[in-house]
Every structure is written in structure tokens, then in C-alpha cells.
């Protein structure tokens, strides 16, 4: 505005008429700016209102739209828990209809019976603690008897082959002849040495097999029967070494 004074007095025209121009400049500036301050305002406003509006309409429309799809999925929860409740009712239906079927015509027992019926099972229960128990136990014991019997099995079998082992070896060593005698041994040899066979093989038995008579008793009987024979010491031998032989894996 001071610019517009100083114009105004270099074409010569006075301070009165400059300050007026002045004035007039700042009513007309005062002027357009209320008229577009109005406006502005007006213009302001109404586009508030429609702000609002279109806001109304979009909150009015989505909750439209959830209002629906929460009716929908109210309308599939309530037939889900109907058609689950009706499932339940039919099995519970089907449940009580069975119960129904088994009870039917049976008496209901009183609280005494119950009682007797419950110390009834504790005792059946006891008694078959019991026999599992014994059960165990002789299992237990057959078990042990079984390795026992095992081990006197396999001890019986070692003696019976040292038994026939040796039985056969002293045989051999009384019954066979010297090489050097080409002659046959004398009744009274062949006596002499049945005698010797028959104390050795008795002094074996009694002192490995006093209480039972097993295998290797009955090889040296056996053998005893075949040296009383006529026939010579060395069939009487042969013989004794094959029912060795048969005897050993017995």
C-alpha cells in the first residue's frame, strides 16, 4: 500500500487523494475477500455435507452387508448345531433304546445284593491272584527241576561214555591174547579171566551207579553174558566193542 502512495505522489497527486485511494483499494480488497471467503465457506460446508453423507450411505451399506453375512453364517451355525444335536438325540435315542432292550425285565438289585455281588468278585479276584501266583510258582519250579534234571541227564550221559570207554578198554586189555602165545588159553584162563571181568565191572557199577541200573550197567551184564559164552575171548571182545558202539549215543 505504501508503494501505491509513493506512485500516486510522483504523479502529483495529493496526500488526501492518495489516502483515499488507499482506503478504497482496502475496502474493495476487504470486499472480494469476504465475497470468497463466503463462498468458500459455502462451498466448505456443503462439501462436509456430502462428506457426510456418502460416509452415512458407506457405513449404512457395509453394515448392510455384515448384517448379512452374519445372518448367513447364524443360519449355518444353527442348522450345524441342529443337525448335531439332532445326531446326539438319535445316538442317545439308539443308547437308551439298547439299554432298554438288555434291561427289560430284569429285577434291579437292592444295595445288600450289590454288596454281595461286589464281595463276591474281590474274593473271586483274591482267588485268582491266588492260582496265578501258584501257577507262577510252579512254573518256577518245573523250570528249576527241568535245568536239574538237564544237568544229571548230560552228567549221566558223560558217565555212562567214560563208563563204556573204560569198560571196553579193560575188556580188551584181559580178554585179548598175547601175541606171543599161539596156543589157546586153558579152560582155567578163560575162567580166571571171566572172574576178573566180572569183579571189575561190579566194582564200577556199585561205585558210580548204586541206586539205578542204567545203560552202562547193562553193557557190562551184557558183556559178563558174552564172556560166560563157549565161544573164544575174541568174539567175546568184537561183541563187547559193538554194543559199546550202540550204546554210545544213548
Known amino acids: 500500500m505504501d508503494k501505491i502512495v509513493e506512485i500516486l505522489k510522483k504523479i502529483g497527486a495529493s496526500d488526501d487523494l492518495a489516502n483515499q485511494v488507499c482506503e478504497e483499494l482496502?475496502?474493495?480488497?476487504?470486499?472480494?475477500?469476504?465475497?470468497y471467503e463466503a463462498r468458500y465457506q459455502d462451498k466448505l460446508e456443503k462439501a462436509k455435507q456430502i462428506c457426510l453423507e456418502e460416509t452415512q450411505k458407506y457405513k449404512l451399506e457395509l453394515s448392510r452387508k455384515v448384517g448379512i453375512f452374519l445372518e448367513s453364517k447364524s443360519s449355518e451355525i444353527e442348522k450345524s448345531i441342529d443337525q448335531r444335536k439332532a445326531i446326539e438325540d438319535s445316538e442317545a435315542m439308539v443308547t437308551l433304546r439298547r439299554v432298554r432292550e438288555v434291561t427289560e425285565g430284569i429285577e434291579v438289585a437292592d444295595d445288600a445284593e450289590v454288596q454281595a455281588l461286589k464281595e463276591q468278585v474281590k474274593k473271586l479276584t483274591t482267588q485268582t491272584q491266588a492260582l496265578v501266583e501258584e501257577k507262577n510258582r510252579a512254573e518256577a519250579a518245573a523250570n528249576r527241576a527241568n535245568a536239574i534234571a538237564m544237568d544229571v541227564i548230560r552228567e549221566h550221559k558223560a558217565q555212562a561214555k567214560q563208563t563204556v570207554t573204560e569198560g571196553r578198554e579193560s575188556t580188551t586189555e584181559i580178554a585179548t591174547p598175547s601175541k606171543d602165545d599161539d596156543e589157546a588159553p586153558k579152560p582155567k584162563e578163560r575162567k580166571k579171566n571171566r572172574q576178573a571181568i566180572k569183579e571189575?565191572?561190579?566194582?564200577?557199577?556199585?561205585?558210580?551207579?548204586?541206586?539205578?541200573?542204567?545203560?552202562r550197567t547193562l553193557v557190562e551184564h551184557q558183556s559178563l553174558n558174552l564172556l560166560e559164552d563157549d565161544s573164544s575171548k575174541?568174539?567175546?571182545s568184537e561183541n563187547i566193542t559193538r554194543i559199546?558202539?550202540?550204546m554210545r549215543d544213548f
Not at 571189575?200 to 545203560?215: G, M, N, V, W
Open 26 to 35: 482496502q475496502r474493495f480488497e476487504k470486499s472480494v475477500h469476504d465475497k
Open 200 to 215: 571189575h565191572i561190579d566194582r564200577r557199577a556199585r561205585r558210580r551207579l548204586k541206586p539205578r541200573t542204567t545203560s
Open 234 to 236: 575174541e568174539d567175546a
Open 244 to 246: 559199546a558202539e550202540d
